[in-house]
């Protein structure tokens, strides 16, 4: 199981040896420690559970599950893994070195935020005719005026736009850099600066 809690550090390009420039994202690895496990005979499937980050209050049943490991993760995440992978330990911590260059990854974080927005900017609507009488220039349009009477759900309209959890699969290791803690992926990772971002491997 390859997986690791990462911060996106924000986006640059290396230069290949044939001089082509490939933009990659630069993450900052976490202290990643695995603080439990889950197993399919108790819980019904198997995962790793991994915290990162550091803060100073945590819940008491927490606080003292961890007092052991004299750690106080700030972000907590499960990682599922095979009944067969069974490698790592409570305690064992989760370097850059697990991945190397050339690797396809998954990534998983929280998409920018964008704030309210329209339908032509949400969703791409064309807007109206702004000659021969035309009114509705940005609007949505008829929404429910005939059967059945009711604004179904689901219906594209105004609303917030991003700030959503987004996973992009098929990226690949463009770079990991063990002294530093970093990884570069090719292309971009959703989420802002110094956001968490999930890097997990693909199958």
């Known amino acids: 199981m390859k997986a690791l809690i990462t911060r996106k550090l924000g986006m640059t390009s290396l230069i290949n040896e044939d001089g082509t420039l490939t933009p990659v994202t630069l993450l900052s690895v976490l202290d990643n420690v695995v603080i439990g496990k889950r197993s399919l005979e108790k819980d019904g499937y198997s995962a790793l559970i991994v915290g990162a980050g550091s803060k100073n209050n945590l819940s008491k049943p927490l606080e003292g599950s961890l007092k052991s490991l004299k750690i106080k993760p700030s972000i907590i995440k499960e990682f599922r893994i095979k009944d067969e992978q069974d490698e790592y330990n409570v305690g064992d911590k989760l370097e850059p070195g697990l991945f190397s260059p050339g690797d396809k990854v998954k990534v998983s974080g929280t998409s920018k935020g964008k704030g309210w ?7 791409g609507f064309h807007r109206g005719r702004k000659t021969h009488g035309g009114r509705s220039y940005r609007r949505v349009g008829s929404i429910g005026s005939m059967y059945p009477q009711h604004i179904l759900k689901g219906k594209k309209m105004p609303g917030q736009k991003g700030g959503d959890k987004t ?25 802002p600066k110094r956001s968490i971002v999930y890097v997990t491997e693909s199958k």
């Open 117 to 123: 927005a329209g339908t032509i900017k949400r969703y």
């Open 167 to 191: 996973t992009l699969s098929g990226l690949k290791i463009a770079l990991v850099n063990s002294e530093n803690k970093t990884i570069a992926i090719s292309g971009s990772v959703p989420g």
